[in-house]
């Protein structure tokens, strides 16, 4: 089975620019969580989605959306975006909702704020 | 505040020693996580648990929930084992509930040859 996949794998934007990231989960897992990690607050959980429905959200701004269709590939987007978004992005896959699964993660993206 | 403390924050040692990793949190949760980041960024789960004991090969991981604490243990370490060891743990009394992970600060191993 192919592992999770996430696209760009490296992004270069300017402040104020928005950003959409992609994650394709592995076949058949229906949850997929997203987390940010930068140097100096480490990983943290963005949100949650299972079956196109957000179940949980970290605490971050507005700025920080997403959305999960229909064959479970799930899209964030940050808007406005900040020197602070500077981080690597990790989405994660599990097969039943909930973080009490083992997440299966991707290789991330890292967004570079200019 | 739900809170989760690692410690080593920093572990060098020498092939062949055994390694401790240790793990506490604040309050209840219903499952536990134990990864591994090599340089790079790739995030791997090593265990997920929620009571007692699991092996796999060299790595050994094991839950208190009593004393809100879980160690993950490495024995015959190598220097392929050097990582960041981060734990992260699901608050809350089910695994449907609405939280998610809230993630140690790691511990960097270095497994000297």
């Known amino acids: 089975k192919a592992g999770v996949t996430q696209t760009p794998r490296y992004l270069i934007k300017t402040r104020g620019q928005q950003v959409t990231l992609s994650c394709s989960p592995i076949s058949g897992h229906r949850s997929v969580s997203w987390y940010q990690q930068t140097p100096g607050q480490g990983l943290q959980f963005l949100f949650e989605y299972f079956s196109e429905t957000q179940r949980n959200k970290g605490n971050f701004p507005g700025r920080f959306s997403g959305r999960q269709f229909s064959n479970s590939r799930s899209e964030m987007n940050v808007s406005t975006l900040e020197l602070g978004d500077s981080a690597l992005y990790l989405c994660?896959?599990?097969?039943?909702?909930?973080?009490?699964?083992?997440?299966?993660f991707g290789p991330g993206t890292r967004l570079t704020v200019l | 505040k739900n809170e989760v403390e690692q410690s080593p924050q920093n572990l060098t040692a020498q092939e062949g020693e055994f390694i401790t990793i240790n793990c506490s949190y604040s309050?209840?949760?219903?499952?536990l996580h134990w990864l591994q980041q090599h340089p790079g960024g790739g995030i791997v789960s090593l265990f997920m648990l929620s009571s007692g004991k699991k092996k796999h090969g060299r790595l050994i991981a094991t839950i208190n929930i009593q004393e809100k604490h879980s160690s993950l243990h490495i024995t015959a370490s190598h220097p392929r084992d050097s990582a960041v060891y981060i734990c992260?743990?699901?608050?809350?009394?089910?695994?449907?509930?609405?939280?998610?992970?809230?993630f140690g600060k790691g511990t960097h191993l270095i497994i000297q040859p």
């Open positions: 992260a743990v699901r608050f809350g009394a089910s695994g449907g509930g609405a939280d998610g992970l809230t």
């Open positions: 994660a896959s599990s097969l039943r909702q909930g973080t009490a699964d083992t997440q299966y």
């Open positions: 309050v209840g949760i219903s499952a």
